[in-house]
């Protein structure tokens, strides 16, 4: 939001009316959302930190992902919770706007080329009405004046939902769900995966896994809104 639009239409907090601040999210809500801090730079798990430098965790020196990095706003908890289940439950697309602003500062973007969004099955898409990770990636891409491949991935297959499986069997189900169109990333070399949240990355590994098989790109970074502790 520029300053003629707060001067007109000052924040308003979109869960509970009160007065904000920077954005429309009440001080007293965005006080007690949570960062990820001691974590690991790949994949974003708790990791110590040696000589005053993050650390990789155990399980990224075991085996790489195929992602060479991981960015999160929050954590998954508090009003984040609220807003994304909004988004991406009950039809509040608007959502994607108030999420994109509060976590782009702490987002590094230099070098990346394009974000792309974790595509949704067809179905799943015509349900819903819209592709949240897509919202959310268009608002960044405002924001950060980088480019946003929305149609160079899909998703072929309509796996079920992800919220309750193990890490295993999230792994499983997504087995040949995504199909690459390679000459939508031709030249490309940096880009950023875009997604609402992060539980086990498994989504963002095997998305990853695709874009290295079937493009030239060199490095992928996952970008989320918040990640589950």
Same mark, same amino acid.
């Given at each position: 939001?520029?300053? %003629? ?7 308003? $907090? ?29 994949? $974003? ?8 430098? +993050? ?23 508090? /009003? ?15 959502? /994607? @706007? ?52 929305? +149609? ?10 992800? #919220?309750?499986? #193990?890490? +295993?069997? @999230? ?13 939508? %990333? ?13 539980? #086990? ?7 990853? @896994?695709?874009?290295?098989? +079937? ?6 970074? /996952? ?7």
């Amino acid at each position: 939001m520029n300053l %003629f639009e707060k001067w007109l239409l000052p924040p308003t $907090c979109v869960l509970t009316g009160e007065p904000a601040e920077h954005f429309d999210l009440s001080p007293l809500l965005v006080k007690g959302l949570t960062r990820p801090n001691d974590v690991c730079p790949v994949c $974003c798990e708790l990791s110590l930190k040696v000589g005053g430098k +993050k650390n990789l965790c155990g399980a990224c020196l075991t085996q790489s992902p195929a992602f060479c990095r991981t960015q999160v706003g929050f954590y998954f908890e508090g /009003a984040l919770t609220e807003l994304v289940y909004g988004l991406k439950y009950h039809q509040k697309p608007e959502y /994607a @706007r108030l999420l994109a602003e509060m976590t782009v500062a702490y987002f590094d973007f230099s070098g990346i080329e394009a974000l792309v969004p974790v595509p949704l099955h067809a179905l799943r898409r015509r349900d819903r009405g819209y592709n949240q990770a897509e919202l959310i990636a268009k608002e960044l891409g405002k924001l950060l004046a980088i480019p946003v491949i929305s +149609k160079g991935v899909q998703r072929i297959k309509n796996t079920p939902s992800q #919220t309750h499986l #193990t890490a +295993k069997q @999230r792994h499983k189900n997504l087995g040949s769900a995504f199909e690459v169109k390679g000459d939508d %990333f031709e030249s490309l070399s940096h880009i950023a995966l875009v997604d609402d949240v992060i539980t #086990t990355g498994a989504t963002m590994q095997r998305l990853a @896994r695709v874009l290295q098989r +079937k493009t030239n790109i060199k490095q992928i970074e /996952a970008w989320a809104i918040a990640k589950t502790k």
